[in-house]
T-cell receptor, first 116, second 115 residues
Framework: GAVVSQHPSWVICKSGTSVKIECRSLDFQATTMFWYRQFPKQSLMLMATSNEGSKATYEQGVEKDKFLINHASLTLSTLTVTSAHPEDSSFYICSAQGQGFTDTQYFGPGTRLTVL | GNSVTQMEGPVTLSEEAFLTINCTYT??????LFWYVQYPGEGLQLLLK?????DKGSNKGFEATYRKETTSFHLEKGSVQVSDSAVYFC??????????????FGQGTILTVHP
């Protein structure tokens, strides 16, 4: 149980284009989802927290107009990187927290974004 | 503020050696503590957790005990395998304040086990 998927697992795009990453909780309802960014050989940096049906809360220093987050249902959250640039290249990981798992987050496998 | 400090790596061991990865935390209140493991090219997997003082989390031969008096949650395994090679993250979930419910991670420790 408590499986989280991400799609795509990797994506390469041209500079200036937008990329959408999906995060799904497959066997539970996720009231809260989190988006992280991980640089090579570094820890995870929390970008934003999203609750179903409400606007995401962004961490300090994260551009909300660049990283659009939508949490339209209890099983799906999306992160859209708008007008991507090479410095946005990174490993993006989502996690989900259900009503019964208030102290545990379950992580997706991550999405490797490369912007050329 | 809340923080997690892990033993610096990388750690290199021979198969069947004993493993300890140190982790200490600072927090307001009484957080839940976690160890996550990340295999190459993958996301994080929950390895074990403990929710209150003196609790011991265990899974796949790994153990960690929540020590409130030393604010520590060290990860141990009696006999490591090559398949344990991965990055290990210690984390706490904030129990109060404006960061309630958010995970704070340590910097990660790379473990490599040789045959």
């Amino acid at each position: 149980g408590a499986v989280v998927s991400q799609h795509p697992s990797w994506v390469i795009c041209k500079s200036g284009t937008s990329v959408k990453i999906e995060c799904r909780s497959l066997d539970f309802q996720a009231t809260t989802m989190f988006w992280y960014r991980q640089f090579p050989k570094q820890s995870l940096m929390l970008m934003a927290t999203s609750n179903e049906g409400s606007k995401a809360t962004y961490e300090q220093g994260v551009e909300k107009d660049k990283f659009l987050i939508n949490h339209a249902s209890l099983t799906l959250s999306t992160l859209t990187v708008t007008s991507a640039h090479p410095e946005d290249s990174s490993f993006y990981i989502c996690s989900a927290q259900g009503q019964g798992f208030t102290d545990t987050q379950y992580f997706g496998p991550g999405t490797r974004l490369t912007v050329l | 503020g809340n923080s997690v400090t892990q033993m610096e790596g990388p750690v290199t061991l021979s198969e069947e050696a004993f493993l300890t990865i140190n982790c200490t935390y600072t927090a307001t209140g009484y957080p839940s503590l976690f160890w996550y493991v990340q295999y190459p090219g993958e996301g994080l997997q929950l390895l074990l957790k403990a929710t209150k003082a003196d609790d011991k989390g265990s899974n796949k031969g790994f153990e960690a005990t929540y020590r409130k008096e030393t604010t520590s949650f060290h990860l141990e395994k009696g006999s490591v395998q090559v398949s344990d090679s991965a990055v290990y993250f210690c984390a706490q979930i904030n129990a109060g304040g404006t960061s309630y419910g958010k995970l704070t991670f340590g910097q990660g420790t790379i473990l490599t086990v040789h045959p």
